[in-house]
């Protein structure tokens, strides 16, 4: 049953936290207001996922809670609390229509990835968000038979 599952992965979650080990899971921003781009919720709320039960590595998302007006860039600026401040830059765009989220592992930067994970397997991130539109043209261009839509660039992270 999934309500048990859940409450079971929260438990191993806080019996890690506890013990100050790892433990995988999400973490999640506050609710952001941005009523300009995101008129339906007038903001949304920005989390880090990957799954509860791996033993290695496995997919690392980046989610919004709430569909936005058209096309939009996030630019999180990330201070990692371990082990010395670093700050992971981290840019994206997603389409309104399409995804809610970005998958994160085998595209970005494998050190920032890793310092990423740690953070969110300790529940502690801080960030700075900014939300906009994308600077190029989204409306896409004409192709051979058609019309080929934007599509988001691929994420990038690093470390500043």
């Keep these: 049953d999934a309500d048990s599952e859940g409450s079971r992965g929260q438990e191993r979650r806080t019996q890690a936290a506890e013990k100050g080990e ?3 899971g999400s973490i999640s921003s506050p609710f952001l207001l941005c009523p300009s781009l995101f008129p339906l919720f007038g903001g949304f ?5 990957e799954p509860l039960h791996t033993e290695e590595d496995g997919p690392f998302w980046v989610r919004i809670s709430a569909p936005p007006l058209g096309p939009v860039r996030l630019r999180v ?3 990692m609390p371990q082990p010395a401040c670093e700050v992971v830059d981290l840019r994206l765009e997603l389409r ?9 592992d085998g595209l970005v930067d494998a050190g920032a990835l890793g310092a990423l ?3 969110v397997r300790h529940g502690t991130l801080n960030a700075i968000v900014r939300a906009s539109e994308p600077d ?3 409306e896409g261009y004409p192709g051979g038979s058609g019309w080929i839509p934007w599509a988001p660039a691929k994420p990038v992270a690093a470390f500043v």
Excluded: Y
């Design 22 to 24: 790892a433990s995988p």
């Design 45 to 49: 709320a920005l989390s880090f996922e």
């Design 77 to 79: 600026l990330l201070v």
């Design 96 to 104: 309104a229509d399409v995804d809610l989220g970005r998958r994160l």
């Design 117 to 119: 994970r740690h953070a």
């Design 136 to 138: 190029c043209d989204t």
